[in-house]
């Protein structure tokens, strides 16, 4: 099967496209919603801008494809290969992404406000906030994900769960000259992170819970944290 198949497939109500091996194939600004893609072999594919509104990709392999601008709202990527994967701009709210797998991805300007990341890999991922859209990472499950490395500065993580996840290393701070936007991670549950030696400078940290996190050598510098609670259980002034 190749991408023309899969189309005329689809228009004639064909759904399920489980196991399938596609590798390479392209596919813009197309619909695929309520497809089952669960297994499937989809490396370094382009599939920009196409619709797959309630997908089930579920152990499917999408690693270093490009799937920027899709619409992948209310998605299954659990356990979903995405490593070097391009979802710039793309939008994954109330999406599943437990355990995925998205290192090095890049998810700049990416929509993932109530979306599912328990244990999700994100080492090294690009998350920062572009000129024109803010990352929106809003009461979003990261409970221990790992985002090492990770870039997320201008991101909107507010009210975010991250008990447990590891930013080691990660940079959160402002970028001058890129993304205008402050990074907020205001109200977010960092309670038992690991925040060592991570650029958290100018971050808005209002009320956050970083009871039990570790703070060693990060870099908070004019970093808002009134009424935050601190590692130690005290209460920020």
């Known amino acids: 099967m190749d991408a023309t198949d899969l189309q005329k497939a689809y228009e ?22 309520d497809t089952n893609f669960s297994q499937s072999d989809l490396r370094q594919s382009r599939l920009g801008r196409t619709h797959f509104c309630r997908a089930n990709f579920e ?4 690693s270093e494809s490009i799937l920027w ?30 355990a995925a ?15 599912n990341l328990l244990g999700a890999c994100l080492l090294d991922a690009d998350l920062r906030s572009t000129a024109d859209h803010r990352t929106n990472l809003e009461q979003t499950n990261l409970s221990h994900a790992d985002l090492s490395y990770a870039l997320l500065s201008g991101a909107s993580l507010r009210h975010t769960n991250l008990s447990g996840a590891k930013l080691c290393r990660a940079k959160l701070g402002r970028e001058y000259g890129a993304s205008t936007f402050p990074t907020d991670l205001s109200e977010a549950n960092l309670q038992g992170a690991d925040l060592s030696y991570a650029d958290l400078s100018g971050v808005n940290l209002e009320e956050a819970n970083l009871s039990g996190a570790d703070l060693t050598g990060t870099l908070l510098h004019q970093a808002n944290l009134r009424h935050a609670l601190m590692p130690d259980g005290h209460q920020y002034d």
């Open 12 to 33: 004639t109500g064909e759904r399920n496209f489980s196991n399938l091996k596609l590798l390479e194939i392209k596919l813009l600004q197309s619909d695929l919603s």
């Open 59 to 62: 152990h499917s392999n999408l």
């Open 69 to 98: 601008g899709c619409d992948l709202r209310k998605t299954n990527l659990n356990r979903a290969q995405l490593r070097e994967a391009d979802l710039s701009g793309a939008t994954l709210a109330d999406a599943n992404l437990e």
């Open 101 to 115: 797998n998205l290192i090095k991805a890049i998810l700049g300007g990416v929509n993932l406000s109530g979306a």
